[in-house]
């Protein structure tokens, strides 16, 4: 305890010094919109897009989705030689969006706000993919806010043909609509202009999109490159400095998704002239704040990150959940189903404009193996996440402690099945009908790549062997109901979820027990 205050009062110092010289997060001069869309002119990366994955439509949900344009100045910021924040370029100049969907009918509104960044690689939205139903069925209120680019995408743009840097993807996309999205070279304003972002959403100004609406709090959520994003944002201290009159903070808690401190990708660069730090830069590690965290992992991170993690804590600062969850690689198995990347929406619009998609470097890489991918749910186990934290944060009611996935030397323990030992508690492990993991054979190049992200199959264990193991398929089903439903009630899973999942295993379960009679 006397450890975590001196690291509180150390960080709190350093804050204040920065705050002195740099006061209240206010960069945002000048919002535009609700911008009209016509015939000829939409949303990019609209919810509803014909012939996408999910296409939501919002008007049967009583939901509206604007669009808005904020122009203002941030911030850059660099390490000096004592390690302390210092301005790097100051006033830089900005012109960017907000997507908003949210209840037609004002007094339906929850007041939780949800707040994704959107992916700098074609400006994908994994947070909304995953937890649109989520958000709906609860009265919730979504924003993607773009908050740039990164070298990665900057750097496919430049090699052509189209660009992949999501800022310049809207210029591509319709230059007319999106002339006045100007995102500058300096990426590092991103932290400030996501701040004053909250900000905005939380107060009186006329120019408040969701202003005469009682936001109670604002729940920040992405995946990949967007959880990595909050945990920078945490760590150098813009949380602690995104404060509202009162001193409350601007963001209530952060689900970081798919992103680990010990991954190369999982802290972004605090301005664009800084390398990427190394895995065990102290920097990494996750700082103790006043809202809780939850991580959530995917065996893809933690394999190829095995070094320790924040340990769990219900402590008020410093509130911090892990979660590991095996069988699933990155973001891959986010929508049910595993749709390929290029039926997500924005994908399918840019593929109607001449967008070449299948040659696209993006977020995920298409599925190319011709076998069954994983269809651990993924997507459930995170709403579930997003339900803990909200219940965290609004109620103070702690959620369910996992443990780590098991490591055997330097792989992930497997039991006599072939799942994974540890992590999130998964019925489909617990009470299997297949196997999870890496594909063993050598015949199909394609699922064992030689480089990139591995692929994780499922190999149903056959008819034979579900007899062996359970008798019959209404024995299977027994035991596969009683798992869920501990989970339901360990809140591992939404009530929803389960009963979907119990419909898919009975249809897989029937289908392999007939397949071995």
């Known amino acids: 305890m006397r450890r975590t205050a001196c690291t509180l009062a150390m960080i709190g110092a350093a804050i204040g010094a920065l705050v002195a010289a740099d006061p209240a997060l206010a960069g945002i001069d000048k919002v535009d919109g609700p911008i009209p869309v016509t ?10 897009v014909p012939g996408s994955v999910p296409a939501v439509d919002l008007a049967a949900q009583g939901y509206m989705e604007e669009e808005y344009f904020l ?37 339906k509104f929850s007041g939780l706000v949800h707040f994704e960044p959107i992916h700098p690689s074609q400006g994908g939205t994994s947070h909304w993919v995953a937890m ?12 993607a806010a773009g908050l740039g680019d990164d070298a990665p995408s900057r750097a496919i743009s430049a090699k052509g043909p189209v660009p992949t840097a999501q800022s310049q993807v809207l210029q591509w996309f319709d230059p007319q609509r999106y002339g006045a999205i100007q995102w500058p070279a300096e990426d590092g304003i ?13 107060s009186d100004t006329p120019q408040n999109p969701l202003r005469g609406l009682k936001v109670r709090r604002i729940l920040v959520g992405g995946w ?36 680990s401190r010990w991954n190369g990708g999982g802290y972004i660069p605090l301005n664009s002239q800084e390398p990427v730090t190394h895995n065990d830069d102290p920097r990494r590690t996750l700082k103790p704040i006043d809202v ?68 696209a470097k993006g977020e995920e890489a298409l599925n190319v193996c011709p076998l069954p991918i994983s269809d651990v749910p993924h997507g459930a186990l995170a709403r579930a996440a997003v339900e803990n934290l909200r219940l ?33 508690p998964v019925a489909e492990f617990k009470v299997p009908l297949a196997s999870y993991g890496p594909y063993k054979g050598t015949d199909l190049p394609a699922c064992t790549p ?25 024995a299977f089903v027994r035991q596969y109901d009683a798992q869920v439903d501990g989970m339901v009630r360990q809140r591992w899973l939404l009530p929803e979820d389960a009963a979907a999942l119990k419909e898919k295993a009975r249809r897989d379960a029937g289908a392999q027990f007939a397949a071995g009679s």
């Not at 015939?39 to 919810?47: F, G, L, W």
């Not at 944002?233 to 009162?246: K, M, Q, S, T, V």
């Not at 030689?450 to 209404?474: H, N, Q, T």
């Open 39 to 48: 015939a000829q002119s939409h949303v990019y990366n609209t919810a509803s």
């Open 71 to 107: 122009h203002g100045t941030a911030d850059a910021y660099r390490h000096d030689p004592s390690g302390a924040l210092a301005v790097l370029a100051k006033d830089v100049p900005y012109g960017t969006r907000i997507v908003v969907r949210r209840p037609k009918d004002a007094a």
């Open 132 to 143: 649109s139903g989520y958000m709906m069925a609860h009265g919730d209120i979504y924003v």
């Open 190 to 202: 991103r932290y400030q202009v996501m701040a004053d972002m909250g900000a905005l959403l939380r």
């Open 224 to 259: 990949s490159f967007t959880g990595s994003v909050q945990r920078t944002f945490i760590n150098e201290g813009f949380h602690d400095r995104a404060r509202l009159p009162g001193g409350k903070p601007v963001f209530d808690g952060y689900l970081i998704g798919i992103s």
């Open 292 to 359: 809780p965290v939850i991580e959530f992992m995917s065996e893809f991170e933690v394999g190829t990150g095995p070094g320790p993690q924040t340990s769990d804590s219900d402590a008020k600062v410093g509130a911090h959940r892990l979660y590991q969850l095996g069988a699933v690689v990155h973001g891959a198995s986010m929508i049910d189903g595993n749709p390929p990347r290029e039926k997500r929406p924005n994908f399918v619009q840019l593929a109607a404009k001449g967008y070449p998609v299948a040659g």
């Open 392 to 424: 965290w944060t609004d109620k103070g009611i702690a959620p369910p402690h996992a443990p780590p996935l098991a490591w055997d030397g330097d792989k992930i323990r497997r039991d006599a099945v072939g799942n994974p030992v540890g992590g999130m």
């Open 450 to 474: 030689a480089k990139g992200r591995p692929i994780f199959v499922r190999a149903d264990l056959g008819g034979a062997a579900l007899k062996a193991r359970y008798g019959s398929a209404e």
